[in-house]
């Protein structure tokens, strides 16, 4: 195995907080194997859904909290244009990095080692595509004020959505039912999917509206996302709590 495999290798097994928290993207499994254990939070079934509802081949994304590129590897594989990738884990954007070069897509890839700034985008870049995947629930613990409350967290997470409305035509958002992953700090009083929808659509009403909502279903040993409906809006403990967040899909009105 070359340096370069190894080093992959080693980066991608570090211990963190959110290590080993996405598979390896297709063309990175078959290089460095996909021997890793990791905790999969069903990026192919998001994926899956994704491809299905929005139109990525020859378009810019940017990805903010990409973690270990699944997805940003995934949209070039898909066609992508090119994607601007934001990571406030040095280890993490490390290996993407290594992996970009390795991959030959450093043309096509730029890569962002810190954490999003959420006031207008450094690089004066518009995208026609943003993934914003599970990282807003995370404002005051991995990044922002660390003194702030959750009814403030709860502002600033509309806040920072809205602000994204001018640089983006069209957003891929998930958000977790738990401020900073803490199950006593629960965002909404029920924990329910209506809540969440309700209080995104409330919040982001000036600036994106929702076109489509998926939802994981599990039937028989099969999780995929379909569109929401009466059934699938419910509650499922038994899926467990990642697999109760909604993919919302929002077009800017900006």
């Excluded at 297709?26 to 194997?33: H, M, P, V």
């Excluded at 080692?113 to 993934?131: A, H, M, Q």
């Excluded at 909502?213 to 929401?228: F, L, M, N, P, T």
Aim: proline residues 1%; contains cysteine; neutral net charge.
């Amino acid at each position: 195995m070359s340096i370069d495999k190894l080093r992959l290798r080693e980066l991608y097994s570090q211990r963190s907080k959110h290590s080993n928290y996405q598979i390896l993207p297709r063309n990175l499994a078959e290089i460095i194997g996909d021997d890793i254990q990791v905790k999969t939070r069903y990026e192919a079934e998001r994926l899956a859904y994704i491809i299905d509802n929005v139109v990525v081949r020859n378009k810019s994304i940017l990805e903010i909290g990409g973690n270990t590129g699944y997805f940003t590897f995934e949209m070039l594989d898909h066609g992508a244009k090119r994607v601007h990738y934001y990571e406030g884990d040095k280890a993490h954007s490390e290996f993407v990095r290594i992996a970009s070069k390795y991959l030959n897509l450093d043309d096509e890839l730029e890569i962002s080692d810190r954490y999003y700034p959420f006031t207008d985008d450094e690089s004066g870049n518009k995208y026609d595509v943003i993934l914003l995947l599970n990282v807003l629930h995370h404002v005051g613990d991995d990044y922002g004020d660390k003194k702030i409350s959750i009814e403030n967290a709860k502002k600033t997470i509309i806040k920072q959505l809205n602000s994204l409305a001018t640089i983006g035509e069209v957003i891929v958002f998930q958000l977790g039912f738990n401020w900073k992953g803490n199950r006593e700090l629960c965002l909404f009083e029920k924990g329910t999917k209506e809540e969440l929808i309700d209080y995104i659509k409330k919040g982001t009403k000036k600036h994106w509206e929702i076109f489509k909502i998926g939802i994981a279903e599990s039937r028989g040993d099969v999780i995929k996302y379909y569109d929401a409906n009466t059934e699938n809006m419910k509650r499922l403990d038994s899926l467990g709590e990642f697999l109760n967040r909604p993919l919302i899909i929002m077009r800017s009105l900006r």
